[in-house]
């Protein structure tokens, strides 16, 4: 199992801009990657996701124009660059493999407010 380590995540006003970075502790460079988020109370949901190759697979429709996703496979990290924050994205932000997860990190918490 691989172990992945959420950052980047803070306080942000809205329109700011966050890069999340998550470091797994093994190889994922055959894994198609996701960027989640939770916020309380709510399942949670996938944000992004890249190919192995590194194209974007999936954007969710509130994100698009807006986040963007990225991986260095030779440093087995997977970033999302979030861009023109809103308060709707204030949440927990995850990563995880799209197929076969692995347990979850602690995540990073993103809040957006003025």
């Known amino acids: 199992q691989v172990q992945f380590v959420e950052s980047g995540g803070g306080l942000v006003q809205p329109g700011g801009s966050l890069r999340l970075s998550c470091a797994a502790s093994g190889r994922i460079r055959f894994s198609t990657m996701g960027w989640y988020r939770q916020v309380p109370g709510k399942q949670r949901e996938l944000v992004a996701s890249i190919s192995i190759g590194g194209s974007i697979l999936n954007l969710r429709d509130s994100v698009k124009g807006r986040f963007t996703i990225s991986r260095d496979n030779d440093k087995n990290t997977v970033y999302l660059q979030m861009n023109s924050l809103k308060t709707e994205d204030t949440a927990i932000y995850y990563c995880?493999?799209?197929?076969?997860?692995?347990?979850w990190g602690q995540g990073t918490q993103v809040n957006v407010s003025s």
């Open positions: 995880n493999r799209v197929n076969n997860p692995d347990p």
